[in-house]
């Protein structure tokens, strides 16, 4: 069957399957006033999306007694504030954090983790002037992996990016340690069996004709080190990886290791949801 590779070149190469088309129905709008800064939130949640900590170490914190709302200490979980409160950590008060999305073409050897004591640079201290707000990364991107990570303070939009039901699609460039067969190109286009996972790429080809040794795959799946599971099963060893697309972005005009603030476009497309 004719498709298009990696650059868009016409060639004979796969037998992607795909599913009848089915008209999506349209999302109910959401009820959950938490969304909204002007509405009351979990107390770990206000505390989440001005900066502080995770939820989870929220919860922890308010457990722990080292929070109070209007001058009383709260210790029960699901405590609802308003931006009318007063809420206090460690007597300091916290206040609303304006949202940052920050897209970063990670360099080779950084790290995606917050904190890593073992690591001689992280992803954070790459964009550690950009701002005064404390962004953390969507998803990772292993040590020796490249390409496109997005960092946010936006934990909604994290989560609706991060969550195994949200499969956005991302396009990774591969340089293999040897020419992918056509033989072993049909097998990953068909699934293969990795472990506890089956895993059928969106799409696979060569990156150009004269050198089969690179490759472009796309998956919507999130699983951890997925493209190279993928490539290894088959006995290659993937000498570099790079990611060029993630949830409608591309690297264009973002060199190796520099990073920009998302347009206000590009965050309405995120929100909607209206990429693939």
Request: aromatic letters at 6%.
């Amino acid at each position: 069957m004719e498709r298009e590779n990696f650059k868009g070149k016409k060639q004979n190469i796969s037998r992607k399957k795909t599913a009848p088309y089915k008209k999506k129905s349209a999302e109910p709008k959401s009820e959950n006033k938490e969304n909204d800064w002007d509405a009351p939130s979990r107390l770990n949640k206000f505390l989440s999306n001005s900066g502080v900590c995770s939820r989870r170490d929220a919860d922890e914190l308010i457990k722990s007694g080292l929070v109070t709302v209007n001058g009383n200490v709260v210790t029960e979980l699901g405590t609802k504030v308003s931006p009318k409160d007063e809420v206090k950590y460690r007597g300091k008060r916290v206040t609303k954090e304006q949202k940052v999305y920050i897209l970063l073409n990670k360099p080779k050897d950084v790290v995606t983790t917050v904190r890593d004591k073992h690591a001689e640079i992280t992803v954070l201290d790459i964009i550690k002037d950009a701002c005064s707000e404390r962004v953390y990364p969507v998803g990772r991107l292993d040590k020796n992996t490249t390409g496109l990570l997005l960092l946010t303070n936006d934990g909604e939009l994290t989560k609706q990016l991060t969550h195994p039901s949200f499969k956005k699609k991302k396009i990774y460039h591969v340089h293999l340690d040897k020419n992918l067969t056509q033989a072993d190109m049909l097998k990953i286009v068909d699934g293969l069996q990795l472990e506890d996972d089956f895993i059928i790429p969106d799409a696979i080809s060569y990156v150009e004709e004269n050198d089969k040794a690179q490759v472009g795959i796309e998956i919507h799946t999130g699983q951890n080190r997925i493209v190279r599971r993928i490539f290894e099963s088959l006995g290659y060893r993937v000498k570099k990886l790079d990611r060029v697309y993630f949830a409608g972005l591309t690297k264009k005009n973002l060199p190796r290791g520099k990073f920009r603030f998302l347009t206000p476009f590009e965050i309405s497309v995120l929100k909607r949801k209206s990429f693939k």
